[in-house]
C-alpha cells in the first residue's frame, strides 16, 4: 500500500536532528520497498518547514529544494496532484472542521481515502479527525 507522508513524517524522516527520526527511519525500512507519495500540499509544507530549520535564507531555500527533489528523484515516490475538493464532503464531515489547522488535514485524508493509500503522520488529531468516518481506515499515526 503506498503511503502519503505527512509534513511532519518527510522532515523527520530527512532530518536526523528530528526528535522522531530515528522511528521514522526505523518504520520506513520495515520493508524493503516502501511506495510513498507526496502532494503540492505536502511538499510545500516541507519547504518551510525545511527552511526554518536550515536558516531561513535564499541558500536554505536551494538546500530544502534539493533536499525535497532528492528524496523525490526515489523509484519509490510518486507525486500526486491535489484533485481531492473538500466542497464534496457532506455535513456530518464538515462539522469535523474545527480548526483552520484541520482543513488541510481533511484534504490530505480524502486524497489518501480515494487513491486507497495511507496518510502516515504523527499528528493523533488526524486519527480523531478520521475516526467514525469513511477516512478511518486511510491514515496511521505512527
Keep these: 500500500m503506498r503511503c502519503l507522508l505527512d509534513v511532519n513524517v518527510l522532515v523527520a ?25 507526496s502532494c503540492a500540499l505536502t511538499q510545500g509544507g516541507y519547504l518551510r518547514s525545511a527552511v526554518h530549520m536550515i536558516g531561513k535564507s535564499h541558500e536554505a531555500i536551494a538546500e530544502a529544494l ?4 532528492g528524496n523525490c528523484l526515489n523509484s519509490d515516490h510518486e507525486f500526486w496532484p491535489v484533485e481531492a475538493s473538500l466542497l464534496d464532503l ?3 464531515n464538515r462539522r469535523r472542521l ?17 487513491r486507497k493509500a495511507l496518510l502516515v503522520t504523527f499528528d493523533k488529531g488526524m486519527r480523531e479527525l478520521a475516526r467514525g ?10
Excluded: C, N
Aim: aromatic share 14%.
Design 13 to 37: 524522516l530527512t532530518f536526523p536532528t528530528h526528535a522522531f527520526h530515528d522511528r521514522t527511519q526505523k518504520w520506513f525500512r520495515l520493508e524493503k520497498r516502501r511506495p510513498w507519495a
Design 66 to 69: 534539493e533536499m525535497l527533489e
Design 90 to 92: 457532506g455535513p456530518r
Design 98 to 114: 474545527i480548526g483552520v489547522g484541520q482543513v488541510t488535514d481533511m484534504q490530505l485524508l480524502v486524497m489518501a481515502y480515494e
Design 133 to 142: 468516518t469513511r477516512f478511518e481506515d486511510s491514515v496511521f499515526v505512527l
